[in-house]
């Protein structure tokens, strides 16, 4: 069962904007990082960005820094990645995931993850 959950994926045109949202439920969120990853086709997942939840301490990676933001609602419980400038390279499954606990930083490693969800489909075309 995931305990995450994605939302806010679908089809864009370049130049475009897309703000994806993920909810961890089952988490207990102080205690979390938080991270986006994508994955298209063909090629490894990668990290895209990532939060220490209870600091709030945030990280990008260079491939999308800044046309990347990442927030977070602590009322709601929800992690935002808006996403500005989308490019066809941008085109994969979008997911966000946990790692529990997190200490200092956040980690953008797939590796290190714990828990997954299912992922949200960002597709960039004309």
């Known amino acids: 069962q995931s305990q995450l959950v994605e939302s806010g994926g679908g089809l864009v045109q370049p130049g475009g904007s897309l703000r994806l949202a993920c909810v961890a439920p089952g988490l207990t969120l102080e205690n979390i990082g938080i991270g986006w990853f994508r994955q298209a086709p063909g090629k490894e997942r990668e990290g895209l960005s990532c939060?220490?939840?209870?600091?709030?301490?945030?990280t990008y990676a260079r491939s999308v820094e800044g046309r990347f933001t990442l927030s977070l609602d602590r009322a709601k419980g929800t992690i935002y990645l808006q996403m500005n400038d989308l490019k066809p390279d941008d085109s994969a499954v979008y997911y966000c995931a946990a790692k529990d606990p997190t200490f200092f930083r956040c980690s953008m490693d797939v590796s290190e993850m714990n828990y997954w969800g299912k992922g949200t489909l960002v597709s960039v075309s004309a």
């Open positions: 939060i220490r939840m209870r600091t709030g301490w945030t």
